[in-house]
């Protein structure tokens, strides 16, 4: 695809369900991060995945929250026993390197995930 | 650990102005900075990146320049259009991750009325 892809674009759960968001980045790109964007606040960083190194997981707010990257491709965001908090959209982006070495990332549209 | 301010929250013009939005961090070791935009339910767009070594980068109406030393961006809009309502963004890439999250500031509200 052109761009970056996130499925659904929009999920609601009941509190305590495990919910899983996907994100397929742009082909080639080997850095992809997920950032959470809640009302009135600006975007938080969640995980960074590069190339085949370990992810950089130290913005998981709580250990509900697991993110996986499989083949270097495919990313899935999977939240445990969900709570109202968690409440938000769910951005993913890719870039063709690491954001440090001067690649522009580009974002998805997102999953708005509403717990209730 | 890096902050990144904007200033102002919100802002609204009428069509043809010449405006200019602005950014602040608190840590001068960055990587680069980036600018984007976000219309309602999307994702971000990327706009323009300048590098640490930069001190501005254009793309059309839009020239975004920085100062790392004292911790400032300003992104310029030439010539406003409705077209340019949306949120903006600036985030860092700050050496303190090795490159790898960039801190986002939370935007400023752009509305150009016609």
């Known amino acids: 695809g052109a761009g970056v892809s996130q499925s659904p674009s929009n999920k609601v759960t009941e509190k305590g369900k495990d919910v899983e968001l996907r994100c397929d980045p742009i082909?080639?790109?080997?850095?992809l991060y997920w950032y959470r964007q809640s009302l009135g606040q600006g975007l938080e960083f969640l995980i960074y995945?590069?190339?085949?190194?370990?992810?950089?997981k130290s913005g998981l707010p709580s250990d509900r929250f697991s993110a996986e990257r499989t083949g270097g491709s495919v990313s899935t965001l999977t939240i445990q026993r969900t709570q109202q908090e968690d409440s938000a959209v769910y951005l993913c982006a890719s870039s063709l390197f690491r954001g440090g070495m001067g690649s522009p990332l580009h974002f998805g549209n997102g999953t708005r995930l509403t717990v209730t | 650990k890096q902050e990144v301010t904007q200033i102002p929250a919100a802002l609204s013009v009428p069509e043809g102005e010449n405006l200019v939005l602005n950014c602040s961090f608190t840590d001068s070791a960055i990587y680069n900075l980036q600018w984007f935009r976000q219309d309602p339910g999307k994702g971000l767009t990327s706009l323009l990146l300048i590098q640490s070594s930069q001190r501005e980068q254009t793309s059309g109406r839009l020239n975004a320049s920085l100062d790392k030393s004292s911790g400032r961006s300003t992104l310029y809009i030439a010539a406003s259009q409705p077209g340019d309502s949306a949120t903006y963004l600036c985030?860092?890439?700050?050496?303190?991750?090795?490159?790898?999250?960039?801190?986002f500031g939370e935007g400023t509200q752009l509305t150009v009325n016609p």
């Open positions: 082909s080639g790109h080997t850095a």
């Open positions: 985030a860092v890439v700050g050496r303190e991750t090795s490159g790898s999250r960039l801190t």
């Open positions: 995945f590069q190339g085949n190194s370990a992810p950089d």
